[in-house]
């Protein structure tokens, strides 16, 4: 079946401070690495909107209305040290939940594979009500909340290679025994979270730090000894990826020095227990990944990995 890409321009709108890491020419780097022709059976298509209601599963809606309230009409609006507001922020920001939920519909519905959104700003930072490191609205999240009660997911397995550790997904599923999140970080690193010993009070909390200087061989072996067991016997009705790509060797934000290989063997390996458990339904939305080039390269051995399906 198809992997489906999802993009849209209105992400290049979303900007930030000059010299910020997290920046339009991201998904330009990307775009441009998915002209070659290996990728021309893609299946791409514009995200949609998201709708309040979708975003209000995971996120308050005083927060949701307090993000839109300090959207601007003209220049940035800074939220914290590291996160800001544009004039396109809004759009962005509403198309990568849009992107994350069409991901589901179509994953869900059989119509595709899987599926790829790559969007910005990023989301796994962003907490039940507060935004932080880049991030304004959960991406993941929603998309698991969304194919739980869109769809009749009882069980949604988040799995997060980024290089920092996804706080907020982590508090926005901590009480929860229907959505399993699992992490590979390095720490310490921002935003300090992530420990082993962080379990959530279900128990469908897993985390597995690495250390600055980690490579594949650290990488994998946490992944096949803490996690990949975990997702499968949790026998998931949806994989979900934060597909973040700052834990790169080439990355000037993390220290670890995973490389493209590393990144699509993760990709296999969840997509072989999604096989198995889920009749290969796997969504994977865009988080970091901050040097050019291994975030393109990295990202399409990602994507190449998932069209194998």
């Avoid at 299946?43 to 709708?51: K, S, T």
């Avoid at 993000?67 to 544009?86: E, K, N």
């Avoid at 993941?140 to 996804?166: K, L, N, P, S, T």
């Amino acid at each position: 079946m198809a992997t489906l890409y999802l993009h849209h321009t209105a992400y290049l709108d979303h900007l930030t401070p000059v010299g910020h890491p997290e920046r339009p020419d991201r998904l330009r780097a990307i775009d441009r690495i998915l002209e070659h022709e290996r990728f021309q059976t893609l299946q791409r298509e514009v995200a949609p909107m998201g709708r309040i209601q979708d975003i209000a599963r995971v996120h308050p809606s005083s927060y949701i209305d307090m993000l839109h309230t300090m959207a601007p009409q003209d220049g940035l609006v800074r939220i914290d040290a590291d996160t800001t507001m544009s004039p396109g922020t809004w759009e962005a920001a509403m198309r990568g939940v849009g992107g994350a939920c069409q991901a589901v519909d179509e994953v869900m519905s059989g119509k595709v594979g899987n599926a790829f959104s790559a969007s910005r700003p990023p989301g796994h930072h962003a907490e039940t009500a507060r935004a932080m490191g880049f991030c304004l609205f959960n991406n993941a999240a929603v998309a698991a909340r969304y194919a739980q009660q869109e769809h009749g997911a009882e069980r949604v397995a988040i799995i997060d290679f980024d290089v920092h550790h996804g706080n907020g997904t982590q508090d926005i599923f901590w009480a929860d025994p229907t959505v399993m999140y699992c992490s590979t970080h390095q720490m310490p690193l921002y935003p300090g979270s992530g420990a082993a010993s962080e379990r959530g009070e279900a128990n469908t909390i897993v985390n597995a730090p690495l250390a600055a200087g980690d490579g594949g061989e650290e990488f994998r072996e946490a992944m096949d000894l803490a996690i990949l067991p975990r997702v499968e016997s949790f026998r998931p009705d949806l994989v979900i990826i934060s597909a973040g790509f700052d834990a790169h060797t080439r990355d000037p934000l993390g220290g670890l020095n995973l490389v493209e290989a590393d990144f699509a063997w993760a990709t296999m390996k969840l997509m072989e227990i999604a096989d198995r458990t889920c009749g290969g339904r796997v969504v994977s939305v865009l988080e970091g990944g901050y040097d050019l080039e291994g975030l393109a390269r990295s990202a399409a051995a990602h994507i190449m990995t998932l069209m194998k399906a």
